[in-house]
């Protein structure tokens, strides 16, 4: 029988929004924290980091995620996930002869320096796209390979993102055992199809099948983006699974209505809670994911 917990992620950040889009968005260490902390209050167990240079652009640097770490635990005992993923521009960004932009590998890896407990690990290829702007996102297999060194070397439990059902059956099986132990926290990310190849949109269908496909002993987590953040997520609930949410997957409330974080962690608290569960505790998402 299941847990009757559920582990509800705040994501305040990510690596693409701007505060131009949602003056909400915090994007600086002390923003961030305080952000997180809000949340955290709210109901959140779980906070999963991206890092912005002065200048608000994209950066794994680790003295800001060690900033960021630092201030967070000052105020409270969440549990850490910092990204490897990156962004979209700043320090992310390597422009290449052909024109197209291609994600600084090397620059990903320095999001595994600060400290964190748990940090992303996205294990396959995509290309994002911002209007006619092209950027890939390289993570080929012998740097999967590297990544999952870096993992062990540093003692970070790694959660597994993944946008298609292949990116579960290729790297994620075969790296499992080399840098993890059950259980595996997989974090399905839907509805990302308009900004990144490769992804899949949300419908029940697609995310009962990709969680099918899920390794033995995982516990899987739903990430939306968009209008599908609040279907998507409740749809996770009921197939077993966690919840995240935050302006880096979706900016707004309602139609029209930009959200804060803790606006929309407070909702999925109501949500949890309507359902007949109850949010977890950074110390009980800790036992869950083997943390602890």
Same mark, same amino acid.
């Given at each position: 029988m299941r847990n009757n917990k559920i582990i509800i992620t705040v994501a305040p950040t990510g690596g693409m929004a701007k505060k131009s889009q949602n003056p909400h968005l915090p994007t600086q260490p002390d923003e961030i924290a305080e952000s997180v902390y809000r949340s955290y209050n709210a109901g959140a167990s779980v906070v999963a980091l991206h890092a912005r240079r002065p200048d608000d652009e994209a950066t794994c640097s680790p003295e800001i995620y060690g900033r960021i770490n630092s201030l &967070?635990?000052?105020k409270c005992n969440i549990v850490i996930n910092n990204s490897t993923g990156g962004g979209i521009d700043g320090d992310m960004v390597i422009e290449r002869?052909?024109? +197209?932009?291609?994600?600084?590998?090397e620059e990903r890896l320095k999001g595994l320096d600060a400290g964190a407990e748990m940090a992303t690990f996205d294990c396959f290829t995509v290309a994002a796209l911002q209007g006619k702007r092209e950027m890939l996102v390289p993570t080929t297999p012998s740097q999967c390979d590297r990544m999952a060194a870096r993992f062990i070397e540093r003692g970070i439990k790694p959660e597994w993102e993944v946008f298609?059902?292949?990116? $579960? +059956? /290729?790297e994620v099986t075969r790296l499992i055992p080399v840098c993890d132990k059950p259980p595996y926290f997989i974090? $399905? !990310?839907?509805?990302a199809d308009r900004g990144f190849q490769?992804?899949?949109?949300?419908?029940?269908? &697609?995310l009962q099948m990709m969680v099918k496909l899920l390794p033995k002993?995982?516990?899987f987590n739903v990430s939306a983006i968009g209008t599908a953040q609040l279907p998507a997520t409740t749809h996770a609930i009921l197939l077993g699974g966690h919840v995240r949410v935050g302006l880096e997957d979706n900016l707004y409330y309602s139609k029209g209505k930009l959200a804060t974080n803790e606006m929309l962690v407070e909702? /999925? !608290?109501? &949500?949890v809670r309507e359902l007949g569960f109850e949010p977890a505790t950074p110390e009980e998402a800790r036992q869950m994911m083997g943390l602890a």
């Open positions: &967070i635990r000052e002869p052909d024109g +197209l932009c291609e994600s600084n590998f298609s059902p292949a990116h $579960i +059956l /290729q974090n $399905i !990310v839907l509805n490769g992804a899949m949109p949300y419908t029940p269908e &697609i002993d995982s516990i909702r /999925q !608290v109501r &949500i």
